[in-house]
Structure formats: C-alpha cells, structure tokens
C-alpha cells in the first residue's frame, strides 16, 4: 500500500522569502505524485503532478516540485512567498497503472506567510 | 471552465437517518472518486468509478454505497448515519489517459447530529 509522508504541520516564512513544503512518498513501482493546496471551507485545488520525465516540474502560480527518487521526495518549492499563499497543502500519490485508483494523501502542511 | 458540481452544499441530519450526495463531473470526464475529510484531517478515499462500474475502493462504511449513471454523475448514499460520520465530502473528476490530474468539486459538509 502506498504511504505520503508530510513532516512538518506548520511552516511559517517571511514574505518574499522562498518556501519548500515537505513530502515523501511510498509506493510499490513508479508513482504518480500530485500537490494540491486547500483554502478553509474549500475544494482542493490542483497545483502540480509528476509523472515522468524531468525532475522538477512547474505548476499553477509560480510553484514547482523537485521530484527525488532516490530520495523517494516530491518537496513543493516557491522562489518568493506571497501572503495569499498561506493555506493548506497536501501531497498525495496514485501509483501507476492504477486505473482509476484513488489518491492517497499526506496529512497537510499549514503553510502561513507572514508580512 | 466547467468544474465539479456537488449538492447539496451542505446537510444536516439526525443520527440513524440516510443521506444522498450528488457528484456532477466535469464535461467528458469518465472517472469519478469521492473522498471524506474529518475535522483537521486529510482527505481519504471512499470509492471511485470508471465508465459507470465501480473501479477502485478504499475506506468506505459498508452504511455507504455509491454508482455512476449514464450521465456520468454521481450519488453517495449514507445509510444509517453516526456522528462520526459528520464530514466533508468531496468528489472529483478526471479524464483519460489515467495520469492525469483529478479536480475537485466544493465538498458538501455533511454535519450528523
């Protein structure tokens, strides 16, 4: 069975600061790896996936993920840090050849961007 | 764009009652799931459906069952409801090829008193 592991419950950076989000993955085979982010009484919203190909992979305003397989890591990375960017963030893996699977989820990131 | 539509936003019922979600996928998306999010939790999977037949299940109540119609929407039904079961449900999208991404609908905030 597959496992997302996100270490930190809180991270709290200055804004303009540059901000990483934690995840590790366990999975049996290839996965595919995904980051949403959640605004209180809010749907997911999807940021970025892995599937294959380059490592690091650009998603939706201005976030990108480093994808380590060796590391078994998908950490959720931003160059500058907007206020607006404070939410919840989940990693969530689906291994591959899974059809419809559904995903697995860490248990979120509060990420909170001071001004 | 179209997105995921779910009703009703929310619901309020009494222990032991029944209770229906709708899921409305987006145009042309085959692949409906639906998840459950406790308070302060994340989300965990339930059930999910390709082409109208039941294709994956995680964690769901055997109280719980669910199908897709031929119109590709979605209904949860809630049977026999306990407090535990107050929650937020989502369900979510997606289309062909597998690996793509799943969208998510507003939740309906299912409260059990």
């Known amino acids: 069975a597959q496992s997302v592991a996100q270490p930190e419950d809180q991270v709290n950076v200055a804004e303009g600061n540059p901000l990483t989000v934690k995840c590790t993955y366990s999975v049996s085979g290839n996965p595919y790896l995904f980051w949403y982010v959640q605004y209180p009484n809010r749907g997911l919203q999807f940021l970025l996936k892995y599937i294959t190909g380059d490592n690091l992979v650009k998603g939706s305003y201005g976030f990108e993920a480093e994808f380590n397989k060796s590391q078994t890591s998908f950490h959720l990375k931003k160059p500058s840090a907007l206020v607006s960017d404070s939410a919840l963030y989940f990693c969530?893996?689906?291994?591959?050849?899974?059809?419809?699977?559904?995903?697995?989820f860490g248990k979120g990131t509060h990420l909170i961007i001071q001004p | 764009a179209a997105g995921v539509i779910q009703s009703p936003r929310h619901l309020i019922k009494e222990k032991r009652e029944t209770a229906t979600l709708k899921c409305y996928p987006i145009?042309?998306?085959?692949?409906v799931y639906w998840y459950q999010q406790g308070p302060g939790q994340d989300p965990q999977f339930l059930i999910s459906f390709y082409e109208k037949m039941q294709s994956d299940k995680g964690s769901i109540p055997d109280r719980f069952s669910a199908q897709q119609f031929s119109d590709y929407h979605s209904e949860l039904n809630m049977s026999s409801l306990e407090l535990g079961d107050s929650a937020l449900y989502f369900c979510?999208?997606?289309?062909?090829?597998?690996?793509?991404?799943?969208?998510f609908g507003q939740g309906t905030r299912l409260t059990v008193v």
């Open positions: 145009p042309r998306h085959d692949t």
């Open positions: 979510a999208s997606s289309s062909p090829p597998v690996n793509t991404e799943a969208f």
């Open positions: 969530a893996v689906r291994p591959t050849g899974g059809g419809a699977d559904g995903l697995t």
